[in-house]
């Protein structure tokens, strides 16, 4: 059948990956990890190792392909997927999913979000503010800064919580092109060699255009080499950010945001 199919094609396709991480050099310290999980019989230990496993991608990519192929304990794969789906790195979790049945996965946002299911809900500032800082699906901090750490590139958001209503702060997070301030106008720019950059126009002279981009990285063009410079009606932030979140996860993030004051 059909999910027997892709079952099978994602199984394909997790040990074809395990095996080119495993060729590379580098990676020995990550296998003598994953020995040491096999043999520890220490709680403690187990967990350790496990969170430094599942700190990057390509060592929590090694802890799956071992769970795909049984090659741990019961008691440990329990362990592991405890703590795989405790991670905020999105990246990382989705790896693990699949082993966990149904009723025990996350349920995601998806792409029709109630407002206020995520309003009405309790969240926890300190899961919330894991998630803004660490995690590889949002990235907010690759935009945002607040209290001096993070990006400069969107709106700082150490108070946005005195600024804003909670309603409005995830308005702005589910509806991030309904109110675009003019000062974080996405512009697109075409080069007479046909190349088109988007981001944030940090300065126009008639020598050049520069644009400002995620993580504070800049794109310096000469001004004779630009063909188009045009504002875009879309934020540079993108839509549907919350829909691979669970809905405590929102409602953390909405936490955090709120109580910065």
Same mark, same amino acid.
């Given at each position: 059948?059909?999910? #027997?199919?892709? &079952?099978?094609?994602? %199984?394909?396709?997790?040990?074809? %990956? +395990?095996?080119?991480?495993?060729? %590379?050099?580098? +990676?020995?310290?990550?296998?003598?990890?994953?020995?040491?999980?096999?043999?520890?019989?220490?709680?403690?230990?187990?967990? &350790?190792?496990?969170?430094?496993?599942?700190?990057?991608?390509?060592?929590?990519?090694?802890?799956?392909?071992?769970? &795909?192929?049984?090659?741990?304990?019961? *008691?440990?794969?329990?362990?592991?997927?405890?703590? &795989? %789906?405790?991670?905020?790195?999105?990246?990382v979790r989705d790896l693990f999913?699949?082993?966990?049945?149904?009723?025990?996965?996350?349920?995601?946002?998806?792409?029709?979000?109630?407002?206020?299911?995520? @309003?009405? +809900?309790?969240?926890?500032?300190?899961?919330?503010?894991?998630? !803004? !800082?660490?995690?590889? #699906?949002?990235?907010? *901090?690759?935009? +945002?800064?607040?209290?001096?750490?993070?990006?400069? @590139?969107?709106?700082?958001?150490?108070?946005?919580?005195?600024?804003?209503?909670?309603?409005?702060?995830?308005?702005?997070?589910?509806?991030?092109?309904? !109110?675009?301030?003019?000062?974080?106008?996405?512009?697109?720019?075409?080069?007479?060699? #046909?190349?088109?950059?988007?981001?944030? @126009?940090?300065?126009?002279?008639?020598?050049?255009?520069?644009?400002?981009?995620?993580?504070?990285?800049?794109?310096?063009?000469?001004?004779?080499?630009?063909?188009?410079?045009?504002?875009?009606q879309k934020s540079l932030m993108?839509? @549907?950010?919350?829909?691979?979140?669970?809905?405590?996860?929102?409602?953390?993030?909405?936490? !955090?945001?709120?109580?910065?004051?």
């Amino acid at each position: 059948d059909l999910f #027997g199919f892709v &079952a099978a094609s994602y %199984m394909r396709g997790l040990r074809l %990956m +395990h095996d080119w991480i495993r060729q %590379m050099p580098g +990676h020995q310290d990550e296998r003598a990890l994953l020995e040491k999980l096999r043999s520890s019989e220490r709680p403690a230990e187990r967990a &350790a190792v496990i969170g430094q496993l599942l700190s990057g991608t390509s060592s929590a990519l090694m802890l799956a392909s071992a769970l &795909a192929e049984n090659q741990v304990p019961d *008691a440990v794969r329990t362990q592991i997927l405890a703590a &795989a %789906m405790a991670t905020p790195n999105s990246q990382v979790r989705d790896l693990f999913e699949r082993f966990v049945p149904d009723e025990q996965r996350p349920k995601r946002l998806g792409s029709v979000i109630r407002p206020e299911q995520i @309003l009405q +809900h309790k969240g926890n500032a300190e899961r919330g503010r894991a998630l !803004f !800082f660490k995690s590889a #699906g949002l990235q907010c *901090a690759n935009c +945002h800064r607040i209290a001096g750490v993070g990006s400069l @590139l969107g709106p700082d958001l150490s108070d946005i919580g005195k600024k804003q209503s909670r309603t409005q702060i995830l308005e702005s997070i589910l509806e991030p092109s309904k !109110f675009i301030d003019p000062k974080y106008v996405t512009y697109l720019v075409e080069t007479t060699d #046909g190349k088109v950059f988007t981001g944030l @126009l940090a300065a126009k002279t008639e020598n050049e255009v520069v644009l400002k981009m995620a993580g504070d990285k800049e794109v310096r063009l000469p001004a004779n080499t630009v063909a188009a410079l045009l504002p875009q009606q879309k934020s540079l932030m993108p839509e @549907l950010l919350l829909r691979d979140l669970a809905l405590d996860q929102a409602a953390d993030l909405l936490e !955090f945001l709120a109580g910065l004051k």
